[in-house]
């Protein structure tokens, strides 16, 4: 019984250590919370897929809670453009975490699908983060033509549709993708102003995503409870470290990072 005790309190800290590490990137990079955290849990930790996106989702809701706070108090959020994306993203969760909650829980059926969606949104948030200046440059190229602009809002509620569905089966794209988007769609629009209402988006999506994980028993609060001991530090450390370490340097690091991660899930 005390080696059990002393086993768990050994795991709750290692748990503790990856949400500083995780935290710490996301404070440097600006992402890399679900990119990495849900992938740690399930290859290094041998957590259930589904439990690892569920609890990583609330991990999500909670820690980018406080930055939107700091965002809408100086103004970096464009509330018009997190409305369209949660318009889309909001029912697009709900309809996904039904579909979940139809299938066998803590299944290999459900762990394979978990694991494929999320190996596919690591390739494609790698993508974002590597590709993300090409796509805004060329985005202000055309950024008065008609077709740029007459369509744009439903696209933003089409691509939150997407946002939803992604983040709610593999808890990633909220991040990276949805700056990426942003960023082609608004190209006008200020680089603050873009992250504040991508990270104010996330938090309702990664908020009702993640309760929904909770109803059909997907979430570990112990679990939780021990990423959040560390993460919350480590991003405000990362943060003020942010500005000493070249972002040119840091941005493949991860991408390259997020393609291994990516290509081991899906092959799995």
Do not use: E, N
């Not at 690892?52 to 453009?81: E, Q």
């Not at 409305?83 to 459900?110: D, E």
């Amino acid at each position: 019984m005390r080696a059990l005790f002393l086993l768990r309190c050994a795991m709750d800290w290692m748990y503790t250590l990856s949400g500083f590490v995780v935290g710490a990137i996301v404070g440097l990079t600006g992402v890399g919370g679900g990119s990495l955290m849900t992938p740690l849990l399930v290859l290094l930790f041998g957590i259930h897929p589904a439990t690892a996106v569920g609890t990583d989702l609330l991990y999500a809701a909670i820690t980018k809670a406080g930055g939107t706070v700091v965002h809408a108090r100086k103004g970096h959020v464009d509330w018009r453009v997190t409305r369209l994306l949660a318009s889309g993203s909001i029912p697009a969760a709900l309809v996904t975490v039904w579909v979940l909650s139809l299938l066998p829980k803590q299944s290999a059926a459900v762990s394979q699908v978990i694991s494929v969606s999320l190996g596919g949104a690591l390739l494609l948030t790698a993508a974002a983060i590597i590709f993300r200046q090409k796509l805004q440059r060329q985005a202000l190229a055309h950024a008065d033509d008609a077709a740029h602009t007459q369509f744009r809002a439903p696209i933003t509620v089409a691509v939150g549709a997407l946002l939803g569905v992604l983040v709610t089966v593999s808890s990633v794209g909220a991040g990276a993708l949805g700056v990426a988007v942003l960023f082609y769609l608004y190209p006008r629009l200020p680089t603050i102003r873009v992250v504040g209402s991508d990270v104010a988006h996330a938090v309702p999506l990664t908020l009702v995503a993640g309760l929904g994980h909770w109803l059909i028993g997907s979430v570990d609060w112990s679990l939780l409870g021990s990423l959040l001991l560390g993460s919350l530090p480590g991003i405000w450390l990362g943060s003020h470290a942010s500005a000493k370490v070249p972002d040119r340097i840091l941005r493949p690091i991860l991408a390259g990072m997020l393609v291994l991660i990516g290509g081991k899930l899906i092959a799995q």
